[in-house]
């Protein structure tokens, strides 16, 4: 909504525009420059879209300053001790907290759709072994549009509410395969007399010879990792699968680009990378050398799982995740894990150090997921896969938010170019 009493002045070259300002029920004013390259001819020029609005939304609001992460306006602490995470997947949805006879049906259509296509299995089949499982989500998920190709119609509401249910209900059946096939296991299909977050733990480590019973403490441990990484606005996964969706792209497509982004290790790869760093310390008499190499500004290391583009203060969701992983490693009595006591040390030195400090860098979410995850026995290569598998909810939310707008336009930012301007071509015989 434009606030009328509100309005900003852009001088260029003596002449001025009046750009009006839209008023959000929560966050800092924005400025609409929509019609400023009509009416001056000038683009704004912001990489990494550190000032930039890209959409409007009702889903997600963010206050890095605060550390404050609300779902359609509740907290993530609240919906994290009070909420599960298919309660949290429908408010996210819909925009409400459901009724019982609501969040049930809900429950029970998501429980009813977790089974694949047996002959996804042939696709599968064809990665090799060693495959990453991201790579295997990333294809696989892309596949989807080939398999469900009755509701690929973006233009039918039924088809995209079917496309969601499915892609909730099936990503922890496709990320439990991908982790299978990797490790030569057979894939364990799903049961739908479990919970959610049961069924995926099951579907990872029960094997043919031998049941795996489900603790309901790792159960808990488990839903709250999918809870506190169900949606984040508009980071850059979420922002590729709104590009990808602003052509009409299908779903299946939009989310496997989404799958995509998040892999990197500046985003959801950072999970991966910390535990992978935690190995490489080693010890921690060694957390020194690398707290130094992380402040060296001629050294590009960095230290994971530390840092955030919008919470500078601290992550919300890291304070739910640190109290996860500890009753996590008291039931499973691993807080003597080698790995772990370097992740409590490395945590305490760089908390202390103002280099960090100054540079309001603290844990965040990834750093104490990655310890729960592999204290539950996941390899880290699995520990991306999972994020995908939470963040499907989010990135299908803002998906639905995005295609219902009747203003929706393609994406199409433009450039600073600084290239050469038009010259001659030069036949090769003179170059
Ligand atoms: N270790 C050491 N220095 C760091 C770190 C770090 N982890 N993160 C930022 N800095 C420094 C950086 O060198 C820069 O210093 P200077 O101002 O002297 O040049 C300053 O802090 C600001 O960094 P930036 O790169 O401008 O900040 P950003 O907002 O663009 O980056 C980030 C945010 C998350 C990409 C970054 O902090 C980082 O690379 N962290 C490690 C990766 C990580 O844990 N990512 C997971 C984020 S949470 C999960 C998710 O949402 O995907």
Redesign the pocket.
């Known amino acids: 909504m434009a606030d009328s009493t509100k309005s900003a002045t852009l001088t260029i070259g003596g002449k001025s525009y009046e750009l009006p300002i839209h008023a959000p029920t929560a966050g800092p004013d924005v400025i609409d420059i929509r019609k400023l390259y009509g009416q001056a001819d000038v683009f704004t020029y912001d990489p990494?879209f550190t000032s930039t609005a890209a959409c409007d939304s009702t889903i997600t609001f963010i206050d890095g300053e605060e550390g404050v992460l609300l779902h359609r306006g509740y907290s993530i602490g609240d919906l994290a001790s009070k909420s599960h995470y298919l309660e949290v997947c429908y408010l996210l949805l819909y925009g409400e907290l459901p009724s019982p006879k609501k969040l049930e049906d809900f429950e029970s259509l998501v429980t009813n759709h977790t089974m694949l296509h047996e002959q996804m299995i042939n696709f599968f089949r064809g990665f090799r072994r060693d495959a990453h499982p991201m790579a295997i989500m990333t294809g696989v998920v892309g596949a989807m549009s080939a398999f469900y190709h009755d509701s690929t119609d973006i233009s039918d509401p039924h088809q995209r509410e079917v496309a969601t249910i499915r892609l909730i209900a099936k990503m922890p059946t496709i990320a439990a395969m991908a982790y299978k096939y990797t490790i030569g296991q057979p894939f364990v299909y799903p049961r739908n007399d479990l919970d959610y977050a049961s069924n995926f733990l099951r579907m990872c480590f029960a094997v043919p010879a031998e049941d795996y019973v489900v603790d309901p403490i790792l159960s808990r441990a488990m839903d709250r990792i999918f809870t506190l990484h169900a949606d984040?606005e508009q980071?850059a996964s979420t922002s590729t699968v709104r590009l990808a969706s602003s052509s009409g792209a299908n779903p299946f497509a939009c989310i496997a680009a989404g799958i995509a982004c998040l892999w990197g290790?500046?985003?959801?790869g950072?999970n991966q990378a910390?535990l992978e760093m935690l190995k490489e310390i080693g010890t921690p008499d060694r957390i020194p050398e690398f707290i130094a190499r992380?402040k060296d500004k001629n050294d590009p290391f960095?230290?994971?799982?530390?840092?955030?583009?919008v919470y500078k203060n601290f992550d919300p969701r890291a304070t739910v995740m640190k109290e996860s992983a500890d009753e996590v490693l008291e039931l499973l009595g691993v807080d003597n894990n080698p790995i772990l006591q370097v992740a409590k040390e490395l945590e305490k030195e760089a908390l202390s150090d103002p280099y960090f400090a100054d540079?309001k860098?603290f844990p965040?979410?990834?750093f104490y997921s990655g310890i729960i995850l592999e204290a539950m026995g996941f390899p880290t290569s699995m520990f991306t896969p999972i994020f995908a598998l939470a963040r499907t909810v989010g990135w299908i939310s803002q998906w639905k938010e995005q295609i219902s707008d009747p203003q929706l336009k393609i994406g199409r930012p433009r450039q600073l170019y600084l290239g050469e301007t038009q010259r001659d071509y030069v036949d090769i015989e003179n170059r």
């Open positions: 990494g984040h980071n290790p500046a985003h959801g950072a910390c992380a960095r230290l994971m799982g530390f840092g955030h583009r540079k860098l965040n979410v990834d």
